[in-house]
């Protein structure tokens, strides 16, 4: 590949698995990516999802950065509406003094939920127009200047654990670019934007004691196959999963229901959300990565491995790798 590769773990929690088999999964792709040479494996924040295993992120990376080595791990991201400052940077703080070098953290002002599970969570929804004094202040505390006078984070203080912006719109990007930060942008679930953010980012870009020149991440969607026809039949258990992830809170849906609503309006909208997804044997997947590489303008990828199981997300990972070269960190 002409641009590093990365993971982003979903801990999806298939069909017949438990969140404990999710959770393991997750381990072992970790210790594979990092035998395999991805640059790093990141994890999301989400809440009141029985498909999703990372709702508590850093407790996530604590474990799996005690069962592996070198790789490096993070939020991708963090919800920080979700949180105060302080907290975070005391648990980010407490991973980088522990697995020094190793730790990211991506920032996000979306809440990763919905509006009930929200109030379950003590706010409103206000919390996001604060986004940037917080990224602000979380940055204060993870340097030796904090930005509240008789606050500090122990651990935190001094650590510089690097921070990205993560967003789907022009304001993540902007906000990136002002702050002088890495951006990563969502390509693999909000694609619309893409491309004009990523310029404004590039354009507007201020170098920053973190980073000298702007840096992007775009992330895509892969499911990786021995043949053609394995990796579609994936992809098609994927999309449902992906019905009963955003739909389904309330029920559970049958393959023909989710079938039925991907072929509505509103599963079109669904396919949408897809559009940057790579699916195929090792070598049509490389060959797309390439291309959307280009098309991103980015300096590295993060690729969701979409398969239904932990097994086949394991192969996923295992099948681009050997057919794909990632530029040393």
């Known amino acids: 590949m002409s641009v590093p590769l990365s993971i982003l773990d979903l801990a999806i929690i298939g069909k017949a698995e438990s969140a404990r088999d999710s959770l393991q999964g997750s381990v072992a792709l970790a210790q594979r990516a990092e035998k395999m040479g991805y640059r790093r494996v990141w994890y999301a924040e ?19 950065a005690a069962h592996t080595q070198t790789i490096r791990l993070g939020a991708g ?6 949180h105060s400052p302080l907290v975070i940077a005391e648990q980010f703080g407490t991973l980088e003094t522990l697995h020094p070098g190793r730790i990211d953290l991506g920032l996000g002002r979306a809440p990763g939920t919905d509006q009930k599970t929200m109030r379950a969570m003590r706010h409103d929804g206000s919390e996001s127009d604060r986004f940037p004094q917080d990224v602000l202040e979380l940055q204060g505390y993870l340097s030796e200047h904090t930005r509240i006078p008789g606050v500090e984070a122990t651990p935190g203080k001094g ?26 942008f969502a390509s693999h679930f909000a694609p619309d934007a893409l491309q004009s953010a990523v310029a404004v980012y590039r354009r507007e870009f201020q170098p920053s004691e973190q980073l000298a020149r702007p840096y992007v991440i775009a992330g895509v969607n892969a499911i990786v196959a021995e043949s053609e026809e ?22 559970h849906y049958t393959d023909d229901e989710a079938d039925a609503i991907l072929e509505s309006p509103q599963g079109q909208q669904l396919a949408q959300m897809m559009k940057y997804s790579a699916v195929g044997t090792p070598a049509t997947v490389r060959a797309y990565l390439e291309d959307f590489a280009r098309h991103a303008d980015a ?18 990972v295992d099948l681009l790798a050997d057919v794909s070269t990632p530029v040393p960190a």
Not at 77 to 82: F, R, S, T
Not at 233 to 250: D, H, I, K, M, W
């Open 77 to 82: 991201g963090i919800m920080l509406p979700n």
């Open 230 to 251: 394995e990796a579609q039949l994936q992809y098609r258990v994927s999309r449902r999963q992906r019905v009963a992830r955003l739909l389904g809170r309330e029920r």
């Open 46 to 64: 989400h809440h009141n999802n029985s498909a999703i295993a990372s709702s508590a992120t850093s407790v996530l990376i604590a474990h799996i």
């Open 159 to 184: 650590t510089q654990v690097p921070l990205y912006i993560l967003g789907s719109s022009l304001f993540g990007a902007t906000l990136a670019a002002a702050l002088g930060l890495p951006y990563s």
């Open 299 to 316: 300096d590295e990828l993060i690729v969701a491995h979409l398969a239904s199981s932990v097994e086949s997300r394991l192969g996923s």
